[in-house]
């Protein structure tokens, strides 16, 4: 078995959804009469807030030879082996409240989570999208040390 080095969790506001799914659920139930409201708004209302800010929830794990990213919910598992790459680039979300590079001028954001370039030597190139807590892309520049840099 691999000795995991770093797990990184998904956002704390995928708990938040669930909690709130729940809530707008029972409210919805309690209060409608017509069933066809019901059903429409308990799948509209978490599916898009779902869309929007959570699409792209991870876990990642990372071992002496891959990083596994496990997407939620858990249906697809992506693993990346450190041998082959040359360097990682970059991108991230509206959401980084410490990188003063990319402020929130506007209301609505639009992008919610955080993009991995990843160059492998024979010169593929691979995007890949995450969103994990805030702090989490902190520890993956710091795992990946000077093989990481910002896309520009």
Request: hydrophobic share 45%.
């Amino acid at each position: 078995m691999d000795v995991i080095k770093l797990k990184i969790k998904p956002p704390i506001l995928l708990y938040i959804w669930i909690l709130g799914f729940l809530f707008i659920c029972y409210n919805i139930i309690k209060s409608a009469d017509n069933v066809k409201i019901i059903l429409i708004l308990i799948v509209l209302i978490p599916g898009l807030l779902y869309y929007y800010f959570l699409r792209y929830s991870c876990s990642i794990e990372f071992n002496k030879e891959k990083m596994i990213i496990k997407y939620i919910p858990y249906l697809f598992k992506l693993e990346i082996a450190y041998e082959n790459i040359q360097y990682i680039e970059y991108y991230r979300g509206f959401y980084s409240i410490t990188d003063k590079n990319h402020p929130v001028n506007d209301f609505i954001p639009k992008i919610c989570y955080d993009s991995l370039f990843i160059t492998y030597e024979n010169s593929v190139k691979e995007e890949i999208k995450i969103n994990v807590r805030i702090g989490g892309f902190k520890k993956i520049k710091l795992f990946f040390g000077n093989k990481i840099k910002e896309k520009k």
